[in-house]
Each structure stands twice: as C-alpha cells, then as structure tokens.
C-alpha cells in the first residue's frame, strides 16, 4: 500500500494532501475535513479516471498516466483544465490549463517525494508531497488537483470581478 502525504500552498493558503494507493485506486483528501475535497482516482493501465469533491463543487479528470508523462483533463469540456506534464529522470515538468493563462508545473523527484512550484514564482504554489510506493506520474496529478481545488476555492471566495 502507497501513500501520499503533503501539502500544496503555504500554512496560512494551502492544502493539505493525505492519500492512499492500493494499486489501482487512489483515495483520500485534498484540504481539511471541513474545506476541502475528496480525492478517487483509479488508475487501469495508463487510463486514469475519477473524482475530487463531491457532485457539486468538485471536477472530474480523465487522461493517461505513464512512467514518462501525464495528459490529463481537469473539469469538463467547456469548463476544464488540460495537463500535460512530462517525466525526465528526476524533472516533472509542464504545463496546466493552457497556452496564455495557464500555469508552469516544475517539480523534483527526491528520495521522500516530490518537491518543486505549480504556479510560477508569483502566483504559484510551493508543492511538498511525501510519496511511498505511489507511481510518479499519478503523485504530480494528485498535486496538480490540489493545486487547481484550491485556486477554485480562492476564485470563489472572490466573487464576480467587478466591471471596469
């Protein structure tokens, strides 16, 4: 049994990541008990499909997860996110919901996990993910969900932007 065990954003701004994996499904909590989401993805060969959050306020994400890249699309058609990220040696790299808005994935595969930003240098969020018997491909998704639940949660604490 794999686990996952981290966080992505600082203490005050950030969610926490706690997960196991069983070898194809990967199940736990992204935030805490009371903010936060579910986290079910199953992983069948390269095909990863599941669930973060509930039937209201959580996203789907459906893709491939290989040992050298992940594709994969956060959300629905009209309203989603697209990853693609590669795997080289110990760089996971990439990028997440696109060309112009979009934001860098830049992580490092240590002994204990991953290390590394989502995000860019001024907007981003440091990433910090314990991994142990969890593939990698399937650990930078997880991060990357955390990652886009808490922007979604930001976005909404913000409201409507107002009209210039």
């Known amino acids: 049994m794999g686990t996952l065990h ?17 070898g194809e499904r990967l199940r736990g909590r992204i935030g805490g008990h009371f903010q936060g989401k579910d986290i079910h993805l199953t992983l069948r060969g ?7 959050g509930g039937t ?5 994400a459906h893709g491939t997860v290989t040992a050298h890249a992940v594709h994969v699309r956060l959300g629905g058609r009209v309203d989603g996110d ?12 990439g990028r997440f919901s696109g060309r112009v ?10 002994d ?8 860019g240098h001024l907007e981003g969020k440091d990433v910090t993910v314990s991994v142990v018997t969890t593939p990698v491909g399937l ?4 991060a990357a969900c955390a990652y886009k639940a808490l922007e979604d949660e930001q976005a909404q604490e913000a ?6």
């Open 6 to 22: 981290g966080r992505v954003g600082g203490v005050t701004v950030g969610y926490s990541l706690e997960a196991t994996w069983d």
């Open 46 to 52: 390269e095909e990863v499909d599941g669930r973060i």
């Open 56 to 60: 209201f306020g959580g996203f789907d």
């Open 82 to 93: 697209d990853m693609h990220l590669e795997i080289r040696g110990e760089q996971v790299t």
């Open 101 to 110: 808005s979009g934001k860098d994935v830049d992580l490092r595969c240590e």
């Open 112 to 119: 204990d996990g991953l290390r590394g930003r989502i995000g």
């Open 139 to 142: 650990a930078a998704l997880a």
């Open 159 to 164: 409201g409507p932007s107002a009209p210039s």
